[in-house]
């Protein structure tokens, strides 16, 4: 059976006390009333990592890094690697985030480097894969997904592979207040499923496949309704423990 997951990407919100109160709000919230059978992970600032690990349920709740390095350790100014994120108590990390890719020009090719450093160092990658608007509007959604996901995961051996949850972002939704609506999910998130099934076999049906995407409390009943949606990658409304909660408990 595949894990339910709800992860919250705090992005660049929140100094580093306003982050403890907001883990310790999720926290007593999930622990109070979520549903038990959905993992909750929270992503919040590097800065936070460890005060927030110390400061949820880790049998409720998994702390994230929003990004990894490429190198292990050495010269690389301000960046931060997958045993640093290791060390300060995270369990999982989000890659291939559409901002790192516009913003930072993170590639294909980088992203496999750093799903193979995530998995050196027991970190669940959570993948992210997606189109921009001009990609959907060109019928070409489906191509850039699956250039994105055989480039960086084709490699992994099945144990590995088995290791990795996707979270399908249309780029176009995110920050937007726009939503691909059920069907447009559900049908992205099938081929998703499909792709994987065709390399990796039994393999891809535990795969966790998340939603991204103004995903909010109005519609993730009926986003996480659809047989091949998992969960959700949040945004803005994991900034607000009420809102995070509601999601959680969409199921």
């Known amino acids: 059976m595949r894990k339910k997951i709800v992860a919250g990407n705090w992005k660049m919100n929140t100094t580093f006390q306003e982050g403890i109160d907001l883990a310790i709000e999720i926290n007593n919230l999930v622990v109070e009333k979520a549903h038990k059978d959905v993992i909750v992970v929270v992503a919040p600032p590097f800065t936070h990592i460890s005060e927030v690990n110390k400061a949820v349920d880790n049998d409720r709740i998994f702390v994230a890094g929003q990004n990894c390095a490429t190198e292990n350790s050495g010269a690389f100014t301000g960046e931060i690697s997958a045993e640093m994120l290791w060390s300060a108590g995270a369990d999982f990390v989000i890659l291939g985030h559409s901002e790192r890719r516009s913003y930072y020009g993170?590639?294909?090719?980088?992203?496999?480097?750093?799903?193979?450093?995530?998995?050196?160092?027991?970190?669940?990658p959570i993948y992210c894969v997606g189109e921009v608007l001009e990609e959907r509007e060109a019928n070409k959604h489906f191509e850039v997904i699956k250039e994105q996901i055989e480039k960086v995961l084709f490699d992994l051996s099945e144990a590995d592979f088995e290791k990795v949850v996707i979270a399908y972002e249309p780029v176009w939704a995110i920050g937007t207040g726009k939503t691909a609506s059920p069907e447009q999910a559900q049908e992205i998130h099938k081929y998703i499923r499909t792709l994987l099934t065709a390399k990796f076999g039994d393999a891809?049906?535990?795969?966790?496949?998340?939603?991204?995407?103004?995903?909010?409390?109005s519609n993730a009943k009926e986003l996480f309704a659809n047989a091949d949606v998992d969960g959700g990658l949040i945004g803005g409304a994991a900034l607000s423990a009420n809102d995070f909660l509601a999601i959680i408990n969409a199921f």
């Open 204 to 217: 891809a049906k535990k795969t966790s496949i998340l939603y991204g995407g103004s995903c909010k409390p």
């Open 106 to 124: 993170e590639t294909n090719e980088k992203l496999k480097i750093k799903v193979a450093k995530a998995l050196e160092f027991n970190l669940t």
